[in-house]
């Protein structure tokens, strides 16, 4: 013949799937957002939040489920532009506010809150208050 007597699995058509159809995969789809928070955390202190090339801000993302916006550099020396955390329910937002807390709260800082401002989507009502170290 003067080549090889056997053909390779790609030039057979089989990819590893032993006579079944491949299936594509689907993409996981983002829950919708039914809850967001907003929080009012120092310019002096969203360092902290973001961390070192953002790694302390994607860990939060992927361990609470929510996504994490912190105003940018511009926003960033107006004191008005709150962090914003929006989730597929509560426990998921509350969840990032607790862990944000300790990160913004530490014993190094003076201030022992934070305010915040929740919406429910569906809902008409904001509640607000204040996430308090103890």
């Known amino acids: 013949f003067g080549a090889f007597p056997y053909r390779s699995s790609h030039q057979n058509g089989s990819d590893g799937a032993r006579g079944q159809q491949r299936r594509p995969r689907r993409r996981q789809r983002k829950q919708a957002s039914k809850c967001e928070v907003f929080l009012k955390v120092s310019v002096d202190r969203r360092g902290l939040l973001i961390g070192r090339g953002g790694a302390t801000i994607q860990q939060l993302r992927t361990t609470t489920g929510t996504t994490i916006e912190v105003p940018g ?50 809902l008409d009502e904001v509640f607000q208050g204040q996430l308090v170290r103890r």
Do not use: M
Not at 73 to 90: M, Q, W, Y
Not at 93 to 122: K, M, N, P
């Open 73 to 122: 550099r511009r926003e960033a020396e107006n004191v008005d532009h709150p962090v914003k955390i929006r989730g597929p329910s509560v426990a998921h937002v509350l969840h990032a506010c607790w862990d944000i807390s300790h990160l913004v709260l530490s014993r190094e800082t003076e201030d022992d809150s934070i305010q915040y401002t929740l919406r429910l989507f569906g």
